[in-house]
């Protein structure tokens, strides 16, 4: 019995995607740098970005399902499965089992070709593919036509063109026609030619596949291209090929990333955790622009957060640093080639933005913080890299950062002005951005020299004391987290920017500046603003400890802290082992490393945040975090222009 795409009952009867997904916790990610596509914990691809890691994203569905014996087919994401799932050894290759097949997932190093490997664990069996494409999150205005070559399914809508097929070939196949008229009726035409016996129906644009699936397995590949002519042409392509092969290419190519970082000493977990962070740093690095997303987009109507598939100024920094202490100076290189290309007219950079350098939505354009962090990492690079140390092109960029930090300063403290936090919550004069403008300035010092650099040295003197001088506080025997409470004296700087929040990310509930704040690690590092082993600073990362450290062992960001559940975050976790690190206690330094790879999920990648009870919860995976245990394992110094 062979089953058909259209009967009624099997495949085109879709649960709702509701039953099937967690929000916003992506289990695994494939990709290559152009292509990005996230997968489910049961082996959904719930999201497929493509020609950049940011954009456009293409899918609405893409299930498999599986008939043994003729009978009605069981979807492979059928909650009702048990699914075990882990990358394939040091790879980007994901393998998740169920009992009715394994599955591994893949994309081609080089082109823009999603690989979805099949084997049945039972015979005979046929696969049923079913896609609902979206191309460019529209249902709009697309159309489909099956392929006479391959035998597959092209989708297409404006300069977007996705085609999926099977190998073996489809016995049979269906699309549905957004439109009707002449369209239609040569959609119709190549549907009824085809060797398939494809058959059009009119409505939503979507369509099914099914093919014998033998012993050894199938492929299910999706290709992209700008038109339908090429995507066609890199089906057929990869039709042709062996995908035994394309799995060994792919293992090639993720071998190679690694072998190209230096090395750490550390056990087998540790190192693998290590591994896997420069895996998933290529997975979520543009290709064509050397941007960093902060992890693949999961709330793109912004229902529960702002977002999290853009780039921001102060993750590109940890991300840069983390590529020079893993010795990945291409990536280093592509990173500063990207953030000089996003510098404001006015020297600053702005909160964040896609990954071809246009501006993001925001709700905080301003942050000091970020400006102070690239800089810091500048000056990371060229140590690392000596033909940038005389780039003009980055040396110019340098000069007008710390041009806009000296600047931007407030005539009475002597602090930075006023502008929103590292968490983006607050308005106020942060410590932890005061740190970030003196440890920038300190940075800019180095990279420009003469009197320049000379000025801006003595400026990072005077942000330093300002910051001993006016956010110490006495009475509570340890470094306050802004002056929220005091007024602002700064003047108009001119900016053609708000420098404050956008009114619905405010958080009034929580503006006291004596609040214990992680962030007050940034006066050690990466900034060094402040000695290590200093008694004020003992007595800040005592109060740290005491206040924010959850049961589990993490760190939470601050008190009070409600975002996503208000957990603890690896990033707060490793940023307190990195001052361990600074002060010589190793056993502390090993215990925050130990945390964040107890803490990796089952396919070893980190979340943003751990849940009480120790399991990862909110975004996953996320470069900051991914960045933070790259320091962290590597004990990475960065420059110290103290």
Request: contains cysteine; charged residues 20%.
């Amino acid at each position: 019995m062979t089953v058909s795409p259209t009967q009624p009952g099997s495949i085109m009867r879709t649960p709702s995607v509701d039953e099937r997904r967690v929000p916003h916790l992506t289990s695994a990610i494939v990709g290559n740098g152009s292509l990005l596509a996230t997968l489910s914990a049961r082996g959904e691809l719930e999201r497929l970005f493509w020609p950049n890691v940011d954009w456009g994203q293409h899918l609405g569905e893409l299930r498999l399902g599986i008939s043994i014996a003729g009978k009605v087919v069981t979807w492979l994401d059928d909650p009702d499965l048990e699914h075990a799932q882990h990358y394939v050894a040091d790879t980007t290759i994901v393998e998740t089992a169920c009992e009715l097949a394994t599955t591994r997932d893949f994309a081609c190093p080089e082109r823009a070709v999603l690989y979805r490997l099949v084997q049945a664990r039972a015979q005979p069996a046929q696969l049923v593919v079913y896609i609902r494409p979206e191309i460019d999150e529209s249902a709009r205005y697309g159309a489909v036509f099956v392929d006479r070559v391959t035998g597959g399914l092209v989708f297409y809508r404006r300069g977007r063109a996705l085609a999926v097929g099977i190998s073996p070939r489809p016995n049979a196949c269906t699309g549905r026609a957004a439109r009707d008229g002449a369209l239609s009726a040569t959609f119709h035409a190549a549907a009824t030619a085809s060797s398939t016996g494809g058959s059009v129906e009119y409505g939503e644009v979507d369509g099914a596949l099914v093919a014998s699936l033998p012993p050894e397995g199938a492929a299910v590949i999706v290709a992209f291209a700008d038109t339908t002519d090429g995507a066609s042409a890199l089906l057929a392509e990869a039709l042709a090929g062996d995908p035994l092969e394309a799995t060994t290419e792919r293992a090639a190519a993720d071998a190679r990333t690694i072998a190209t970082a230096a090395p750490v000493r550390a056990d087998a977990e540790a190192a693998g955790l290590y591994k896997r962070s420069l895996l998933a740093f290529d997975l979520l690095s543009d290709r064509r622009t050397g941007a960093v997303i902060a992890a693949p987009e999961m709330d793109a109507d912004f229902d529960h957060c702002g977002g999290y598939g853009f780039v921001w100024g102060r993750d590109m920094a940890y991300a840069l640093l983390a590529s020079i202490a893993a010795g990945r100076h291409d990536a280093a290189r592509r990173g500063v080639d990207w953030l000089i290309a996003t510098q404001s007219p006015e020297g600053l950079w702005l909160h964040r933005h896609c990954v071809d350098g246009s501006l993001a939505p925001s709700w905080g354009l301003h942050q000091v913080d970020e400006t102070g962090s690239i800089l810091l990492a500048f000056a990371g690079a060229a140590r690392a890299l000596p033909d940038l140390r005389n780039d003009p092109r980055l040396l110019d960029a340098t000069q007008r950062g710390a041009d806009f930090l000296c600047r931007f300063r407030d005539p009475v403290t002597g602090l930075p002005r006023p502008s929103v936090d590292l968490w983006e919550e607050r308005l106020a004069t942060h410590t932890y951005s005061a740190a970030a403008v003196a440890g920038g300035l300190r940075a800019a010092a180095s990279l420009v020299g003469g009197r320049t650099g000379a000025m801006y040295s003595t400026t990072a003197d005077e942000v330093a004391q300002a910051i001993d001088r006016h956010l110490w506080d006495d009475a509570a025997g340890r470094y306050r987290r802004s002056l929220e409470d005091e007024p602002c004296n700064g003047i108009d700087s001119g900016l053609p920017y708000p420098d404050e929040l956008a009114a619905s990310a405010r958080k009034p509930d929580a503006r006291s500046g004596d609040v214990v704040d992680a962030s007050l690690l940034g006066l050690v590092w990466p900034f060094r603003v402040v000695a290590p082993d200093s008694p004020r600073m003992r007595r800040t990362v005592e109060a740290i400890e005491q206040r924010l450290r959850a049961q589990c062992g993490g760190m939470r960001r601050y008190e009070g802290d409600t975002y996503a559940g208000g957990n603890p975050w690896l990033i707060t976790t490793l940023w307190l082992g990195l001052w361990y690190h600074a002060i010589g206690d190793a056993a502390g330094h090993r215990r925050c490393i130990d945390y964040a790879v107890k803490r990796q999920t089952v396919v070893g990648l980190l979340p943003e945040q751990v849940s009480p009870d120790g399991t990862p919860s909110w975004v996953v995976p996320l470069t900051w975090s991914h960045a933070m245990y790259v320091l962290a394992v590597t004990a990475s110094k960065v420059p110290n222009n103290r």
